[in-house]
Nanobody
Framework: QVQFVESGGGLVQPGGSLRLSCAAS????????MAWYRQAPGKQREVVAR???????NYADFAKGRFTISRDNLKNTMYLQLNGLKPEDTGVYYC???????WGHGTQVTVSS
């Protein structure tokens, strides 16, 4: 019932950009603090950025100045703009409500020349 569907990933060269989308359903989306996470092969999942229902944001150090999190509560959708991508950004990107346990399949981001 609670579902998050990530999209927008792909293969880009270093320095390139992607815009990820997260479509949420089954929850009162506008009430929740949301977050983007990522997981590289063999690594633990880590928080990329968070955004409160009010729009207040915070970012992991590696994301500051390069990534932008946003949301459209009327569309039940969250976004992550990825700029200046580096090979170490490669991984599967997931969205979820903070403290949530309803994980989608994620969207693959691959940064390679």
């Amino acid at each position: 019932q609670v579902q998050f569907v990530e999209s927008g990933g792909g293969l880009v060269q270093p320095g390139g950009s992607l815009r990820l989308s997260c479509a949420a359903s089954g929850i009162p989306f506008g009430f929740y603090t949301m977050a983007w996470y990522r997981q590289a092969p063999g690594k633990q999942r880590e928080v990329v950025a968070r955004i409160r229902s009010s729009g207040i944001t915070n970012y992991a150090d590696f994301a500051k100045g390069r990534f932008t999190i946003s949301r459209d509560n009327l569309k039940n959708t969250m976004y992550l703009q990825l700029n200046g991508l580096k090979p170490e950004d490669t991984g599967v990107y997931y969205c979820n409500a903070v403290e949530g346990d309803n994980w989608g399949h994620g969207t693959q981001v691959t940064v390679s020349s």
